[in-house]
């Protein structure tokens, strides 16, 4: 079974700019979560979405947004880059029924803003 | 809200000695506990996972881990490292209304010297 694909796995931009990552879920799996992974603040919760429903959402301002297609592939978008949106964004997948399933992470899109 | 301490940043071990990453959390609610490892360049990988019933857990790559709930820790354990455990461990906690938001330690990095 073909693991949680992320793409692209490295992209540059500038200040100012806006990107769109994307998350390729394991199939059958409904829930997909979204992380930003930073040395100085580690990893935080961005949001999460199950059946095109956002479910729950972390402290980031509105510029961070995601969406869920009908077969759970989901993206994140990040509006008006800042140098400190720098970081290694991660998804992860689970079943989504139930919270006590456990979360299967991709190996993540490494952000770099200049 | 829930929190998560991984008390140390960094463990130096030797080869086949046996190592302890230390994790407490603290949550108002029953929670779920999972070990993720992550490797460099490379995303997140479930290690093992406490959902219920026996508080000592196995998982994978020969590693446990105990939950304590007096303690509120869930402390990994391996009884004997090799250089291929060098890597980078979280301990991560989710409640039962999370709606897939791990809450994560802020990480220790396991260094095994040969």
């Known amino acids: 079974k073909a693991g949680v694909t992320q793409t692209p796995r490295y992209l540059i931009k500038t200040r100012g700019q806006q990107v769109t990552l994307s998350c390729s879920p394991i199939?059958?799996?409904?829930?997909v979560s979204w992380y930003q992974q930073t040395p100085g603040q580690g990893l935080q919760f961005l949001f999460e979405?199950?059946?095109?429903?956002?479910?729950n959402k972390g402290n980031f301002p509105g510029r961070f947004s995601g969406r869920q297609f009908s077969n759970s592939r989901s993206e994140m978008n990040v509006s008006t880059l800042e140098l400190g949106d720098s970081a290694l964004y991660l998804c992860?997948?689970?079943?989504?029924?139930?919270?006590?399933?456990?979360?299967?992470f991709g190996d993540g899109t490494r952000l770099s803003i200049l | 809200a829930q929190s998560v301490t991984q008390l140390d940043s960094q463990v130096p071990v030797f080869e086949e000695a046996p190592v302890e990453l230390r994790c407490n959390y603290s949550?108002?609610?029953?929670?779920?506990l999972f070990w993720y490892v992550q490797y460099p360049n490379q995303g997140l990988q479930l290690l093992l996972k406490?959902?219920?019933?026996?508080?000592l857990v196995k998982g994978i790559n020969g590693f446990e881990a105990e939950f304590n709930k007096s303690q509120t820790s869930f402390h990994l354990r391996k009884p004997s490292v090799h250089i291929s455990d060098t890597a980078e461990y979280f301990c991560?906690?989710?409640?039962?209304?999370?709606?897939?938001?791990?809450?994560f330690g802020q990480g220790t990095i396991l260094t095994v010297h040969p």
């Open positions: 992860a997948s689970s079943l989504g029924d139930r919270d006590s399933q456990p979360q299967h």
């Open positions: 979405y199950f059946s095109e429903t956002q479910r």
């Open positions: 406490y959902l219920s019933g026996s508080t």
């Open positions: 199939s059958g799996h409904r829930s």
């Open positions: 949550s108002s609610v029953s929670v779920y």
């Open positions: 991560a906690v989710l409640s039962g209304t999370s709606y897939g938001k791990l809450t």
